[in-house]
């Protein structure tokens, strides 16, 4: 089987080309999670095996994020047969510093250059034979998204056609390297002696690092390769990396002809009033509010219809259960306690997210979200903290663990830490089902304008937001000191969104992934529940038990035991948050059937809701302990206990506090 | 002048880059080195950071960040 590794600059389609290739489904962009687990697949063609790793995207081979250490560590030290470096048509010149970076390392290499389209919509030509002669490795132009020149690529797999050209650095590099050469002939094994050579040259830490563990042998310690490398020093600083940006300049004037000199021209106008003074901002609020707009309006009705479903189907599953002679405290296990709970997830989730998913990934695929960055990026140096932030807490309206995980894309670790502590103040998809139905109920009416509940969610975000702001301000001016570091962002051009793939892509990949989740916890935990219902000590439930003793306390805090219950066992999903405080309050006694928003309201109000409950519940809900799946990520991406008790204990203070503040203000008034 | 001066609409050229090794590995990555012709394209609400347009790729960068490459404007 051959060994393909697939490389190439963040946002040029490189997963495009991995999912034509191999066929297998994944998603495109360059959030990590989504490419920097080095994603593998297989392929046949012309009955040949082929095995391809899909890397991370990265500007250069030195390295500076993680994500870009992986992309770097695989084709320095990794076992290959090939090299694609797949290229941007619309910016090749910046493309091309990454393919003359990997022939400096392997011979092997083909240069897919993928956006052909947008580059001819753009009146950008490419002489694709002569970048082909002048680099000598062979070049293949694609349009991965319509799968053209895919064939041309596959064709091109078993071409050995490699005569790369040795790049030409200033004299005095070269030079440098002729003085070299000829002591490490015999000690890099495998690696290219020159590309070890100008490492040397121009040493970096942990790269060098890397080299010595391969070769298991520390060239600087070797004597007289250190004694040449002083003298080469002596003469002056050598900038190796200038030179390949030069050459590829100068290549691309060779290759790259423009009809229309100012093809940037049509996104910048987008641009002037996506990013000004007057409309940055409000621009941003607007879409989120279009957005919960649309999913508060169009998940009404469908949520409605499956209750009505789940109702009528609970029926025949208890008759079904009875009819098989099922024990009675068997069959009020599963319908009471798991087949609620599991349905009241499933009901109440599934639309919203349905709606809310594609949506976000229509914005995401038009490149809007680098924009988001770029506004608000100086409220965020403020909190001495990256700009990228914004783009982690965009991920965790989708689930917090993918921001957490998302936040890999900044590179300095302090700022990492402080984008991953706060991400839980934004709230996620299994939250907004909470929080809406809260609205509704109590400060909307049940037959209240959805717009009224979309200024409320919007407003409880905003909330987040200054919440996110304050913290991480907070954090960098105390456990978190420093200052904050280089930052550049791309603005990609905009790009039409495929609406047909993006809702089947959003449907597949977060829709139902997020939703497995929350079923696969809410089985379990509507058991729990059940029997902490039902087991009884001194005629009292177990959940009675442990409800009235949090009670006081929850009653300090603007709510009740019950409801704080309720958001420690909802840990695992914060889904069941709902489900498990009505199964509790109907467990107490008041036995009610929640079919509709009108019944869950009277349960409400009949175990002592009043509106200032409602609100401290949205707070708590919004700054509380992150799910289980977060805190797990978390202690993944941190590897440490502390900052994960940290991203726990500094949300629930917050709420705490919060909610203290709001009941005892409005027994005030 | 410097980059971070430049208004919306200036051309230059790099002329020097004083920065310190994270910086100056990041405008490697992006192209930046002296002699590179930059535009000014946009700058966001809060007038920081500003986008340049460096080897046909719009670039984001922040105030402090580029304080101290010297650019001609052209």
Known sequence: ?669 | MYLCDMKVGNKAIVKKIVANDNIKRRLLDIGLIEGTNVECVLKSPFNDPKAYLIRGAIIAIRKEDCDKIEVDII
């Open chain 1, 1 to 669: 089987m051959k060994i393909i590794a697939l490389a190439g600059n963040p946002n040029v389609g490189k997963s495009t080309v991995f999912n034509s290739l191999t066929g297998l489904h994944q998603h495109t962009g360059n959030w990590p999670g989504k490419t920097v687990s080095n994603a593998s697949g297989t392929f046949k063609y012309n009955n040949k095996d082929y095995k391809i790793y899909d890397l991370p995207g990265t500007y250069s081979l030195i390295s500076h994020s993680e994500e870009e250490e992986v992309a770097r560590d695989f084709i320095c030290f990794n076992k290959y047969d090939l090299v694609i470096v797949v290229c941007d048509a619309v910016c090749l010149e910046r493309n091309l510093n990454l393919v003359l970076q990997t022939l400096e390392i392997t011979k092997k290499v083909i240069v897919c250059v993928n956006l052909m389209d947008e580059a001819k919509k753009k009146k950008i030509n490419i002489d694709l034979t002569k970048l082909s002669n002048i680099l000598g490795v062979p070049v293949v132009g694609t349009s991965a998204r319509n799968k053209n020149g895919i064939n041309e690529l596959l064709n091109n797999l078993e071409n050995t056609n490699f005569n790369p050209f040795e790049i030409k650095y200033y004299d005095k590099v070269e030079e440098a390297i002729d003085i070299l050469l000829p002591y490490l002939k015999d000690k890099t094994k495998d690696l290219n002696p020159r590309w070890v050579a100008i490492n040397l040259i121009n040493y970096e830490e942990s790269l060098y690092k890397k080299i010595t563990n391969y070769l298991n042998y520390d060239l600087l310690k070797d004597k007289i390769i250190k004694n040449q490398l002083i003298y080469i020093k002596e003469e002056g600083n050598y900038n190796v990396v200038d030179s390949l940006i030069k050459k590829s300049e100068e290549i691309a004037k060779k290759v790259v002809t423009y009809e229309n000199k100012n093809y940037k021209q049509k996104d910048l106008k987008i641009d002037k009033i996506t990013t000004s003074k007057l409309f940055g901002i409000p621009l941003i609020i607007t879409l989120l509010m279009v957005i919960f707009w649309l999913t508060i309006k169009g998940a009404n009705y469908p949520s409605e219809l499956l209750f009505q479903f789940f109702s009528y189907l609970e029926i025949h599953i208890l008759n079904f259960l009875e009819f098989l002679k099922f024990p009675q405290f068997l069959i009020n296990l599963l319908i009471s306690g798991v087949y609620k709970v599991l349905t009241w997830v499933v009901a109440v989730m599934l639309p919203p997210m349905a709606i809310f998913f594609p949506l976000f990934t229509l914005l995401e695929d038009l490149g809007y979200l680098p924009r988001i960055a770029f506004n608000l990026d100086k409220m965020f140096k403020k909190c001495c903290a990256c700009g990228k932030q914004a783009l982690t807490m965009c991920m965790g309206f989708g689930c917090n663990a993918v921001g957490v995980s998302g936040a890999r894309i900044i590179d300095s670790p302090r700022e990492r830490l402080i984008a991953i502590l706060t991400n839980v103040f934004v709230p996620c998809n299994g939250r907004f089902p909470t929080m809406i139905t809260l609205i509704t109920i109590f400060f909307v009416g049940i037959n209240g304008s959805s717009f009224l509940s979309v200024i409320i969610l919007t407003l409880v975000i905003l909330l987040g937001f200054l919440l996110t702001f304050l913290v991480s301000y907070i954090l960098s001016k105390t456990i978190l000191k420093g200052v904050p570091s280089s930052f550049t962002l791309e603005l990609p051009p905009y790009r039409k969104p495929q609406v047909g793939k993006v809702i089947i892509r959003s449907i597949f990949d977060r829709t139902l992934f997020v939703l497995s989740r929350a079923v696969i916890v809410a089985v379990p935990a509507g058991a729990l529940i059940w029997l902490l219902a039902n087991l009884h000590i001194n005629d009292i439930s177990l959940l009675n038990h442990i409800s009235s003793f949090l009670d006081p306390f929850g009653k300090l805090i603007g709510m009740d035991g019950v409801i704080l219950i309720s958001f420690i066992l909802g840990f695992p999903a914060n889904e069941i948050v709902i489900p498990i405080m009505l199964m509790t309050y109907m467990a107490t006694g008041n036995l009610v059937e929640y079919e509709s928003l009108e019944s869950l309201r009277s349960i409400l109000v009949n175990n002592g809701w009043t509106v200032t409950t409602a609100i401290c519940v949205l707070i708590f809900s919004l700054c509380h302990f992150p799910c289980s799946t977060t805190c797990l990520t978390i202690k993944k991406e941190t590897g440490s206990l502390k900052w994960t008790l940290l991203a726990i204990i500094i949300p629930t203070l917050i709420g705490i506090i919060l909610c203290f503040l709001i009941s005892n203000i409005s027994n005030f008034i």
